[in-house]
């Protein structure tokens, strides 16, 4: 491919992901969701958080042995996750739990 041709691609994509983004903001006032597919909508962000921090929480190298530091501060998480029900705290904790077994030397 030649240079023009592939910042033509380029282009295209960034036009055709900024269309399919600003078509939801130019008739979200027009449209109305079903009440089932707002209440789906609700279960996005906990599915997306999961499906980005779940694979790195059982991923292990062959010369470690479990429970190492992410996995203990997965189950911590999650344990802020279910009594606090607020992301930002379910972050925040999981990564201070994350320094802190890793500053005791647990990795």
Do not use: K
């Not at 491919?1 to 992901?17: E, F, G, N, P, R």
């Not at 779940?54 to 190298?61: C, G, H, K, M, T």
């Not at 344990?79 to 030397?105: C, D, H, K, Y």
Request: glycine share 4%; charged share 15%.
């Amino acid at each position: 491919m030649t240079d023009t041709q592939v910042w033509l691609a380029i282009a295209s994509m960034a036009v055709t992901a900024f269309f399919f983004r600003a078509v939801f903001f130019l008739v979200h006032d027009r449209v109305r969701l079903a009440p089932w597919l707002v209440r789906a909508l609700d279960y996005v962000p906990p599915a997306v958080m999961a499906a980005l921090v779940i694979p790195e929480l059982v991923s292990f190298e062959a010369d470690r042995s479990l429970p190492d530091a992410r996995l203990l501060a997965g189950v911590i998480a999650f344990a802020a996750a279910w009594f606090s029900r607020n992301l930002l705290v379910t972050v925040a904790v999981g990564m201070l739990a994350l320094w802190g077994l890793a500053a005791l030397g647990l990795q």
